[in-house]
């Protein structure tokens, strides 16, 4: 079983920022990539970003300049700055991980967390 615990979300005014962190843990050989998605309400999930061990990333036009993702060991984070009402959503964390089976194989395994609210209001 592989888990992923996010934290940070909150209630931040207009133009501040939040920092959302996402923890892997379980009986896992690695997870990559790691990533953030949203979802508001009335609306679709969207991915907001992620990232590949080899650096490569991936953001959705309505963040870029604003947000920035990063990982540390297994552990991803969402540094958003300059956040907008617009940027109201439960956002999730997700990632791909390698979990070890029966008979000595591994299979890949998409994993999502529970989701942290984030609030942007004055």
């Known amino acids: 079983q592989v888990q992923l615990v996010e934290s940070g979300g909150g209630l931040v005014q207009p133009g501040g920022s939040l920092r959302l962190s996402c923890a892997a843990s379980?009986?896992?050989?690695?997870?990559?990539?790691m990533g953030w998605y949203r979802q508001a309400p009335g609306k679709e999930r969207e991915l907001v970003a992620h990232?590949?061990?080899?650096?490569s990333t991936n953001y959705a036009d309505s963040v870029k300049g604003r947000f920035t993702i990063s990982r540390h060991n297994d552990t991803a984070y969402l540094q958003m700055n300059s956040l907008k009402p617009e940027d109201t959503a439960v956002y999730l964390c997700?990632?791909?991980?390698?979990?070890?089976?029966?008979?000595?194989?591994?299979?890949?395994?998409?994993?999502w967390g529970q989701g942290t609210l984030v609030t942007v209001s004055s």
């Open positions: 379980g009986n896992f050989l690695s997870c990559d990539p």
């Open positions: 990232l590949r061990v080899g650096g």
């Open positions: 997700n990632a791909d991980c390698l979990v070890p089976v029966v008979a000595g194989t591994i299979r890949l395994l998409e994993v």
